[in-house]
């Protein structure tokens, strides 16, 4: 009888996969399993009422779905460790989403019971939407814990999305979807000066969402200039920019016309004021942001 032949072994060159449990035991790993939990409560039960067919509960139950939906997929990337095969850099990615997330959470938070949630709330439907809500709010807490912990540390620049100045560029890119949601034809054509803050909110969210799309993408290192000075300057004439927007805006949209005494949630007038605050925030965001930029720049330490 001849020898016996051994069984056969994995076919060469095609890599087994593995399992990395550290992607749900870290501490990260734990933030985005609870967030990943209670995005799924949220949704599912205002879904179980069936009444969030508005504009702003659909706005809610599409954060919760998307955060859930690509929470869930970073997750089972990072356990089957499959994550290093896309063509993008990863730790950025989970940055910018992880501060993304924080963001709609933190809003669907504040609009959904602020515009659904009826008063008395005595009965089992308005029970399971202030569950919802709290639900909610805890998820941001999670989201935002998952924020600090992949924080970068001062000095550290090989994840830029991770520094403030990166985690600063997809608040001020997420502000800037936020006025355009408020924006109404029929005001910012009035005048000329309202026009030119449209100008200012959309040219400032193209080039801040440029930059997250190129850093996450690795296509930083294809422009042929000094990228963190660029940045510095950018910062500097975007800050400028909101400047003029915080002072032109309120003028022209709400100087000399009073609050009408009906005025609901879509109301022209609570809209505009809404910009109004929004583009204050900004602003304190872009002169944050060149601060710091400015201090990675000109101010490192030494190694």
Do not use: H
């Not at 997750?75 to 997330?101: G, N, Q, R, V």
């Not at 000095?155 to 997420?174: H, M, Q």
């Not at 936020?178 to 109404?184: D, R, T």
């Amino acid at each position: 009888m001849g020898a016996r032949m051994a069984p056969p072994g994995p076919p060469r060159g095609r890599a087994m996969a593995t399992l990395n449990l550290r992607a749900l035991t870290s501490w990260v790993g734990i933030a985005r399993l609870l967030a990943v939990v209670l995005s799924c409560l949220s949704f599912s039960l205002v879904a179980s009422t069936g009444d969030f067919g508005n504009a702003y509960g659909t706005w809610c139950m599409f954060s919760w779905c998307f955060c859930f939906a690509v929470t869930l997929l970073v997750l089972l990337l990072e356990l089957l460790e499959l994550y290093p095969l896309l063509p993008l850099s990863w730790d950025d990615f989970t940055s910018a989403f992880s501060m993304l997330a924080a963001l709609m959470v933190f809003t669907s938070s504040v609009v959904f019971p602020a515009t659904l949630i009826k008063s008395p709330c005595n009965n089992s439907k308005c029970a399971r939407q202030a569950v919802a809500t709290t639900s909610s709010c805890l998820c941001f807490v999670a989201y935002a814990l998952e924020v600090s912990l992949t924080r970068a540390k001062p000095g550290d620049i090989s994840s830029f999305l991770s520094t403030v100045p990166g985690l600063l560029k997809v608040f001020e890119a997420y502000v800037a979807c936020l006025i355009f949601s408020l924006l109404e034809r029929s005001e910012y054509t009035k005048g000329s000066g309202l026009m030119w803050c449209v100008a200012v909110y959309s040219l400032c969210f193209i080039f801040t969402l440029l930059i997250i799309i190129f850093t996450i993408g690795r296509c930083l290192s294809y422009i042929p200039c000094q990228l963190e000075k660029v940045l510095v300057g950018y910062n500097v004439l975007a800050l400028l920019m909101y400047l003029t927007a915080m002072v032109v805006w309120p003028l022209y949209s709400l100087g000399g016309r009073g609050r009408p005494d009906s005025c609901g949630s879509d109301c022209w007038w609570n809209k505009n004021l809404g910009i109004t605050f929004l583009t204050i925030f900004n602003l304190i965001a872009y002169l944050v942001d060149l601060v710091y930029s400015t201090r990675m720049v000109f101010f490192r330490a030494p190694p």
